[in-house]
């Protein structure tokens, strides 16, 4: 165990968890648990930022901490809890609304993105939510985030905020915290189109695999996905060039956990049938007994409440004295 080192990560409860989670995120959560003290959030202040009804909102704060305990953290190791239930972060966020910098958010990529056209309708917590990130992070001075790669810019801006609050208040109050990026398979593609990421918003079902799919399901999505005419090539180069053929080997790597040279040396040259019915055998193997814990936790909401008040306790106990500490910083009585 590293005393010196503290992860936080966050997982938003906007619906079903999906491969992308789970290679880009879970499944180094679940490493680091024995390495280090961990905290893993169920981020709902973050998944109000659009839109939710309140019941879908309730049904999955639960299944996301399913999808926790299920893919393997262990309450007892780590600290499991919904953010809204520790009001540090809100408290946090608002003094990093007035750390962070107008012109640092409009750079923030995933906005653009998540408001499109409609900038001007997107709410306003949309827009500075990288700052509540922040705020999650460093409430508990963590020193290491685990994420996919698509929340590398947020992470920057977490420790550019982190240096502007220590220099603005001439105290080393917080660490710089050091993302934690999957290097084999950072950013899980959509199997629909690979130049896109596997995401819980897209709405086309066959682009990702859940966490609760049954087997059938991974084989109709598998065999549907798209992926090249020709054979599948013999070398990195020009497997580069074709996104969605490159995705499913990336998964079949990390999977069957063989290095990419190996995978391409096994289905180098063959038709993508057979890459397809090798991954569909490693995926039934991995997720399917994943999705059915998840659907046995669900039967016990009282049991997944519990894990989160005891969770909540511990992490309340931990930003208490680091809010005491920020607000003396900033001067409020
Ligand atoms: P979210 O579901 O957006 O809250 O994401 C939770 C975690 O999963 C974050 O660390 C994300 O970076 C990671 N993640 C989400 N989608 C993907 C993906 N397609 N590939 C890799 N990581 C992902
Ligand atoms: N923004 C992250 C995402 O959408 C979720 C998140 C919120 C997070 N707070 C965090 C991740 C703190 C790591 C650390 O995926």
């Not at 109000?48 to 909102?57: A, G, S």
């Not at 953290?73 to 990093?96: M, R, T």
């Not at 939510?129 to 001075?141: C, F």
């Not at 790597?253 to 090798?278: A, I, P, T």
Request: net charge positive; glycine share 4%; charged share 30%.
């Amino acid at each position: 165990m590293d005393k010196n080192k503290l992860v936080f990560s966050g997982v938003q409860p906007t619906g079903n968890l999906h491969l992308g989670n789970y290679l880009g995120a879970l499944k180094n959560f679940v490493a680091l648990q024995d390495q280090t003290k961990c905290i893993y959030c169920v981020v709902d202040l973050h998944a109000i930022t659009v839109f939710q009804d309140p019941k879908d909102l309730k049904n999955n704060i639960l299944e996301t901490t399913a999808g926790f305990l299920a893919t393997g953290l262990d309450n007892k190791k780590s600290i499991i809890f919904n953010q809204s239930a520790v009001s540090g972060h809100a408290e946090l966020a608002w003094i990093f609304n007035c750390v962070a910098r107008v012109g640092w958010l409009n750079r923030m990529t995933q906005f653009k993105e998540k408001a499109g056209k409609e900038k001007e309708k997107a709410s306003v917590g949309l827009y500075i939510y990288p700052n509540l990130m922040a705020a999650d992070i460093l409430l508990y001075k963590a020193t290491h985030v685990p994420v996919g790669a698509d929340q590398k810019q947020h992470l920057e801006l977490c420790r550019d905020i982190a240096q502007k609050f220590n220099n603005d208040f001439k105290k080393n109050i917080f660490p710089i915290p050091e993302p934690l990026i999957q290097k084999n398979i950072s950013r899980v593609m959509s199997l629909r189109d690979g130049t896109k990421k596997m995401s819980k918003s897209d709405e086309s079902d066959y682009s990702r695999i859940d966490l609760k799919d049954t087997a059938d399901d991974i084989i109709k999505k598998i065999k549907k996905a798209k992926s090249d005419t020709s054979s599948i090539p013999d070398n990195l180069k020009d497997l580069e060039k074709k996104p969605e053929a490159l995705n499913l080997i990336n998964i079949y790597s990390d999977l069957s956990e063989m290095s990419l040279e190996q995978v391409l040396n096994e289905v180098r040259g063959k038709d993508y049938s057979y890459l397809k019915n090798k991954l569909s055998e490693v995926l039934i193997e991995v997720i399917c007994p994943v999705g059915k814990k998840i659907k046995n936790l669900l039967e016990d909401k009282s049991y997944l409440e519990k894990v989160l008040r005891e969770g909540t306790e511990k992490a309340r106990n931990l930003a208490v004295h680091n809010i005491k500490e920020v607000r003396n910083a900033v001067g409020f009585i």
